[in-house]
């Protein structure tokens, strides 16, 4: 997210500051990025009434976990690390692809899907019409989260920052081009 004339990792890291290489600023600015991009304006879409927009960025955060912290498919990501979709496979796969794909892709949840505030459980089944409360998936998204990078080994920590610089060293290197180049005309003034 670019803030006047900074690329910003996460509310907090600025992407010319990011050292992923350092597993204590790596889960700082992680965890900053998640909560600050994602996490937070679900809950604050959802406070609002806006179960849509909510359950939405919960997919986008579901994508971005299950890619950073587990290169697995979200579909497993889910069934490993939400616990109502545990042993429940065939129920994370229609919510990826009916809610997900249907949202991502085409603007509107596919097969029958609906979200819903006022169930108390994450999901129902009539059928073929499958029910989310986007509030229990936030908080569970919230707490595997939180459980990885309360728990995260130094081995995953080594996985995490080569994922993340697989996915973010241009903009790293960007970002780091355009202080050098900042400095540079500062000088040259």
């Not at 459980?121 to 595997?144: C, H």
């Not at 995260?152 to 996915?167: F, G, K």
Request: hydrophobic share 40%; aromatic share 10%.
């Amino acid at each position: 997210m670019r803030i006047g004339d900074a690329l910003y990792f996460s509310p907090r890291f600025r992407f010319r500051e990011l050292v992923l290489d350092d597993p204590k600023i790596l889960i700082d600015a992680f965890r900053d990025g998640v909560v600050g991009f994602y996490l937070d304006p679900a809950s604050r879409a959802l406070d609002a009434g806006d179960a849509f927009a909510g359950g939405l960025i919960s997919c986008a955060a579901i994508d971005f976990l299950a890619l950073a912290c587990a290169d697995s498919s979200p579909i497993d990501w889910l069934e490993r690390h939400i616990p109502d979709f545990r042993g429940n496979k065939p129920v994370a796969k229609h919510f990826w692809i009916a809610f997900r794909h249907g949202l991502t892709h085409e603007g509107y949840i596919k097969s029958q899907g609906q979200f819903s505030l006022e169930i108390p459980e994450l999901f129902a089944t009539t059928g073929p019409v499958l029910v989310i409360n986007p509030r229990i998936l936030l908080t569970a998204i919230r707490s595997a989260q939180s459980q990885f990078c309360d728990d995260l080994t130094p081995s995953q920590a080594t996985h995490l920052s080569a994922r993340l610089h697989r996915y973010f060293d241009p903009e790293i290197i960007a970002s780091r081009s355009e202080e050098n180049l900042d400095d540079g005309e500062r000088t040259a003034e």
